[in-house]
């Protein structure tokens, strides 16, 4: 196909559209993408949000004990990373598909 050729222009340019379209959807899917984590006893669970910010934090009254911080502390810990490392899986899981028809795009003969 010609590359000055009209039709192979606008294919061109409605590839580019449509690749904008899904990119400006991808990042709005990834801005209101929330993530939980949770201790193994599940006494401490931890929600982020798409920045990693943690937005909500629930404690199981059992392991309120102010005589054992360490333990709660500890606990909030496991459950914050659990958190994050399941915003990471998200993100991946959110732009995979994104990321593989993009390089199919570039493969593509014009």
């Known amino acids: 196909m010609d590359p ?3 039709s192979g ?3 061109l340019l ?3 559209q449509r690749m904008q379209q899904h990119l400006a959807r991808a990042q709005e899917e990834l801005r209101q993408l929330t993530a939980s984590g949770t201790d193994p006893q599940g006494a401490v669970q931890v929600t982020v949000d798409s920045r990693g910010a943690i937005t909500r934090l629930d ?3 059992a392991v309120a004990d102010p005589d054992n911080t360490e333990v709660l502390a500890e606990l909030i810990l496991v459950a914050v990373s659990a958190a994050y490392r399941s915003l990471i899986d998200r993100q991946r899981e959110q732009f995979d598909p994104l990321l593989r028809m993009l390089a199919s795009m570039g493969r593509r003969p014009v």
Do not use: C
Request: charged share 25%; hydrophobic share 25%.
């Open 9 to 11: 222009i606008e294919h």
């Open 4 to 6: 000055l050729d009209p």
């Open 14 to 16: 409605d590839g580019t």
């Open 59 to 61: 404690i199981s009254p």
